[in-house]
């Protein structure tokens, strides 16, 4: 695993096909090393929402932490994650901005309730690499 510090730290369902499809699109979309992952049901996904008296037991909402900066939820986090991949990612980071935040928010919770529905379920092996960007896998 690797150090956490000044790493982004993306929080999702584990047993989600969208959630994991959005996971390893990063993935692989991470030139710059900036972003680790950990599932919400795990340990430390737990002690995460526990510490922030976030609902411990649905797990339809992505957040992005970073360590003693900040933490967004739904949109305001994709959108965050688009700007900092940076390239052509950052003009979507840019577009999302435009959009109201109720708005995006609105589309989110959309896709998050029927997110079972619309994935094809298949499980997700990292690899060896990719392993070290998981925190308690």
Do not use: H, W
């Given at each position: 695993m690797e150090n956490r510090e000044n790493k982004h730290i993306i929080f999702f369902d584990g047993d989600c096909g969208v959630c994991n499809f959005w996971v390893q699109w990063i993935l692989q979309r991470d030139k710059k090393n900036q972003f680790m992952f950990a599932s919400l049901q795990s340990d430390f996904g737990q002690k995460f929402l526990g510490e922030r008296k976030l609902d411990q037991k649905q797990f339809n909402t992505l957040y992005l932490w970073k360590v003693g900066s900040y933490y967004l939820i739904k949109s305001k986090a994709i959108i965050k994650v688009l700007n900092l991949l940076g390239g052509v990612y950052k003009?979507?980071?840019?577009?999302?901005?435009?959009?109201?935040?109720?708005?995006?928010?609105?589309?989110?919770?959309?896709?998050?309730?029927?997110?079972?529905?619309?994935?094809?379920?298949?499980?997700?092996?990292?690899?060896?690499?990719?392993?070290?960007?998981?925190?308690?896998?």
């Open positions: 003009a979507g980071g840019f577009l999302g901005q435009i959009i109201p935040t109720a708005i995006s928010d609105q589309l989110y919770n959309v896709i998050s309730k029927n997110r079972m529905k619309i994935s094809n379920q298949k499980c997700f092996l990292p690899t060896s690499e990719e392993r070290k960007k998981f925190i308690e896998v």
